[in-house]
Nanobody, 126 residues
Framework: QVQLVESGGGLVQVGGSLRLSCTASGRTLSTYAMAWFRQFPGKEREFVVGINWSRDGWTYYADSVRGRFTISRDNAKNTVYLQMNSLKPEDTAVYYC??????????????????WGQGTQVTVSS
């Protein structure tokens, strides 16, 4: 079992930045791929970005966030980060971290991920 806890959400103005954190307990995340999803009201969770376990930390970004968001990981802290810059009102959502406990990303479908955090709200005001 693994427990994931997100933090760092909040209210920010358009063009601002936030850094989300996802810290794990119960298991070491260093050998697992991790991903961030977000969920808009009334919609299903959508893939935002993921990072593989591999040494080069291969990443994959959704088109909507590429160039503005950056995922990184600190294995010593068992934590994954999501740096969000140039935020837009359409980024307003609940953000979740997730893992399928596999070395490589199991795709972009939320159903492929077994473990989720509780989510953290990000609100971008115009």
């Amino acid at each position: 079992q693994v427990q994931l806890v997100e933090s760092g959400g909040g209210l920010v103005q358009v063009g601002g930045s936030l850094r989300l954190s996802c810290t794990a307990s119960g298991r070491t995340l260093s050998t697992y791929a991790m991903a961030w999803f977000r969920q808009f009201p009334g919609k299903e969770r959508e893939f935002v970005v993921g990072i593989n376990w591999s040494r080069d930390g291969w990443t994959y970004y959704a088109d909507s966030v590429r160039g503005r968001f950056t995922i990184s990981r600190d294995n010593a802290k068992n934590t994954v980060y999501l740096q969000m810059n140039s935020l837009k009102p359409e980024d307003t959502a609940v953000y979740y971290c997730a893992t399928g406990l596999s070395a490589h990303l199991p795709g972009r479908a939320a159903a492929n991920y077994n473990y989720w955090g509780q989510g953290t709200q990000v609100t971008v005001s115009s």
